[in-house]
């Protein structure tokens, strides 16, 4: 069981690139989460998924989509990167279902992405 | 629209001190979280609270909810130097398991 992953652990991308983050989740849950976390400004959510095949924005979604084909992924793409989008991603998931618990969202390692 | 403050940002404290981290949320929040993050690494969860009076306590840590107040607390008793990391409370808003994340506190705790 290997709870949420992320991956690339480090990228570097150049301004104007592309490039897309992939998070897995093996518990089965159905809400997953996107989330940047910059100095000083904690940890901040760009878009979230309450199940396959749907997505919604966050707080700051603007310069990332988002895709939810699986239930176990959820992608967070970047069409033309923006040195503003330097930052640390994490991603999330947690499940709808009470017996599970309450509602506590289990974060991946963390993405963290230098634009130049 | 729900917002989140936690003060202080910064906190040393001396091995052996008590200390509390505040946290304020604007809005009717479902529930409450702590986490604790060290340097290069991810979030980990520290306590979930659910309910006014909720109260939970693991080792040399203790958080309270006060939903009226809209406050929740992290207590810290007889500080170690293993308790120096980052501690974030987050508050739910929706049905949809949203957090909404304070910007953490910075503990360091001294010999």
């Known amino acids: 069981n290997a709870g949420v992953t992320q991956t690339p652990k480090f990228r570097v991308l150049k301004t104007g690139q592309s490039m897309t983050l992939l998070c897995a989740q093996d518990?089965?849950?159905?809400?997953m989460y996107w989330y940047r976390q910059d100095p000083g400004m904690g940890l901040r959510l760009i878009h979230y998924?309450?199940?396959?095949?749907?997505?919604a924005k966050g707080e700051v979604p603007d310069g990332y989509n988002v895709s939810r084909l699986k239930k176990q992924n959820f992608l967070l793409g970047l069409e033309s990167a923006a040195p503003s989008q330097t930052s640390v991603y994490f991603c999330?998931?947690?499940?709808?279902?009470?017996?599970?618990?309450?509602?506590?969202?289990?974060f991946g390692p963390g993405t963290r992405l230098t634009v130049t | 629209e729900l917002k989140v403050e936690q003060n202080p940002l910064f906190l040393s404290m001396q091995e052996g001190k008590n200390y509390t981290i505040y946290c304020n949320y604007s809005?009717?929040?479902?529930?409450l979280y702590w986490y604790r993050q060290d340097p290069g690494k991810s979030l980990e969860s520290l306590f979930v609270?659910?309910?006014?009076?909720a109260v939970k306590q693991e080792g040399r840590l203790m958080a309270s909810l006060d939903t009226k107040a809209r406050l929740s607390t992290l207590h810290i008793t007889a500080a170690v130097h293993d308790l120096s990391a980052t501690y974030f409370c987050?508050?739910?808003?929706?049905?949809?398991?949203?957090?909404?994340f304070g910007t953490g506190t910075l503990l360091a705790v001294q010999p």
């Open positions: 999330a998931s947690s499940s709808l279902i009470l017996l599970a618990g309450p509602y506590e969202q289990y």
């Open positions: 518990m089965n849950h159905e809400y």
């Open positions: 998924s309450v199940g396959e095949g749907t997505t």
């Open positions: 809005t009717t929040s479902d529930r």
């Open positions: 609270l659910l309910s006014n009076g």
């Open positions: 987050a508050a739910e808003g929706g049905a949809t398991n949203k957090l909404i």
